[in-house]
């Protein structure tokens, strides 16, 4: 999760941080990246164009407050507005 918060999405273009309101029913954040290429592990050529991804972070808890702050608490960056 380190390298997804402090390498990979200060990587999009004109990021602004990410929604607190991507919690599903069962309190699980989920987050939808448009393009691979953020990741530097990822070869611009092994990519498509429109390539993208899901990441879905599960907690055991169901309680979405308690899991915001449980991402708040390792520096997530959510979006302040």
Same mark, same amino acid.
């Given at each position: 999760?380190?390298?997804?918060?402090?390498?990979?999405?200060?990587?999009?273009?004109?990021?602004?941080?990410?929604?607190?309101?991507? @919690? +599903?029913?069962?309190?699980? /954040?989920? %987050?939808?990246? +448009?393009? %691979?290429?953020? !990741?530097?592990? =990822?070869? /611009?050529?092994? &990519?498509?164009?429109?390539?993208?991804?899901?990441? &879905?972070? =599960? @907690? &055991?808890? +169901?309680?979405?407050?308690?899991?915001?702050?449980?991402?708040?608490?390792?520096? !997530?960056? @959510?979006? %302040?507005?």
């Amino acid at each position: 999760m380190f390298e997804l918060i402090n390498i990979s999405l200060p990587r999009i273009p004109n990021f602004q941080g990410v929604h607190r309101q991507k @919690f +599903d029913r069962s309190g699980n /954040y989920n %987050l939808g990246l +448009d393009s %691979l290429n953020i !990741f530097p592990e =990822v070869s /611009y050529d092994l &990519t498509f164009k429109n390539q993208g991804c899901q990441v &879905t972070i =599960v @907690f &055991t808890s +169901d309680s979405q407050e308690e899991n915001a702050e449980v991402l708040s608490l390792l520096n !997530f960056p @959510f979006r %302040l507005f």
